[in-house]
Nanobody, 123 residues
Framework: QVQLVESGGGQVQPGESLRLSCAASGFTLDYYAIGWFRQAPGKEREKISCIATRGRTYYADSVKGRFTISKNNAQKTVYLQMASLNAEDTAIYYC?????????????????WGQGTQVTVSS
């Protein structure tokens, strides 16, 4: 059974950093792309980053240069390092997975979802 569990969320002040983790079980990252999404109150869900099976990455313009996605296949964990956080980054952050043979990840339809972790940026 494919399961994803996010962790690492919390409340930080503007300019600070956080690292989110997405722990996978029931499958291997060698065959799955992983995406990070977020949804702020009253807004649509936004895809912010993803990492393909072979490591190619994608970033939305809103986070490019501030967020870094990485993964450890052996530990079945995907990370989202977030820096220079601001109030607009406040949202629930979700990771999602899809089995794929593609070497890219940005145009995939993600099937399996975690429960989300709250990130709040406030002074």
């Amino acid at each position: 059974q494919v399961q994803l569990v996010e962790s690492g969320g919390g409340q930080v002040q503007p300019g600070e950093s956080l690292r989110l983790s997405c722990a996978a079980s029931g499958f291997t990252l060698d065959y799955y792309a992983i995406g990070w999404f977020r949804q702020a109150p009253g807004k649509e869900r936004e895809k912010i980053s993803c990492i393909a099976t072979r490591g190619r990455t994608y970033y939305a313009d809103s986070v490019k240069g501030r967020f870094t996605i990485s993964k450890n296949n052996a530990q079945k964990t995907v990370y989202l390092q977030m820096a220079s956080l601001n109030a607009e980054d406040t949202a629930i952050y979700y990771c999602a997975a899809v089995r794929t043979s593609s070497t890219t990840c940005d145009s995939l339809r993600y099937i399996h979802w975690g429960q989300g972790t709250q990130v709040t940026v406030s002074s």
